[in-house]
């Protein structure tokens, strides 16, 4: 039997937990190599992220839940939005038109990852760089007028 060192075991994310703290949610991400990160936010999470940590978390998150809705709030609010910015999109889903319906705060790009993050008044739409989404003409426009800033100057939530 030959152990590999943790020391050169891969950094891959392999668990996470999510806890409650007051009305904030607390994502704990556990890789192979033994480390455990804790984020404040999905934003945080995000931010710090490589496309390969948001992907192997897409995995876990879905072989977990699939196309089944978790009870918990806070899963919930992990699983759709890796579903947004993962699975195909709906033209028809509700997510898609809400530009329309709520001012735009921000767009940011966050490099390590490849993800653009739309904050609206009441909610956030991460979605990844390379991907089509069914926004509207009018949401594109928006997004247009505005300054895209870098997610690397961005405040910590």
Same mark, same amino acid.
């Given at each position: ?13 392999v668990n996470w937990k999510i806890f409650q703290? *007051?009305? /904030? ?8 190599? *033994?480390a455990d990160t804790v984020y404040m936010s +999905? ?5 710090? +992220? ?5 992907? *192997? ?8 839940? *699939?196309?089944?809705? #978790?009870?918990? &709030? =806070?899963? /919930? ?8 910015? +993962? ?34 008044? &009441? ?5 990844? &760089?390379? /991907?089509? =989404? #069914? ?23």
């Amino acid at each position: 039997m030959n152990p590999t060192p943790l020391a050169i075991k891969s950094k891959i994310v392999v668990n996470w937990k999510i806890f409650q703290q *007051g009305q /904030r949610s607390i994502y704990q991400i556990m890789r192979a190599n *033994g480390a455990d990160t804790v984020y404040m936010s +999905f934003r945080a999470m995000v931010k710090d +992220f490589t496309r390969e940590d948001l992907i *192997g978390l897409y995995r876990l998150v879905m072989q977990k839940y *699939g196309t089944n809705r #978790p009870e918990d &709030a =806070y899963d /919930r609010v992990l699983w759709s939005d890796l579903r947004t910015m +993962f699975d195909p999109p709906l033209n028809e889903d509700v997510i898609w038109s809400l530009p329309l319906q709520q001012k735009m705060v921000s767009w940011r790009y966050y490099d390590k990852c490849a993800v653009y993050c739309l904050t609206l008044e &009441a909610s956030t739409i991460y979605i990844l &760089a390379d /991907r089509k =989404y #069914p926004l509207s003409k009018d949401a594109c426009h928006v997004m247009l007028k505005m300054k895209l800033l870098d997610g690397t100057m961005d405040e910590v939530y």
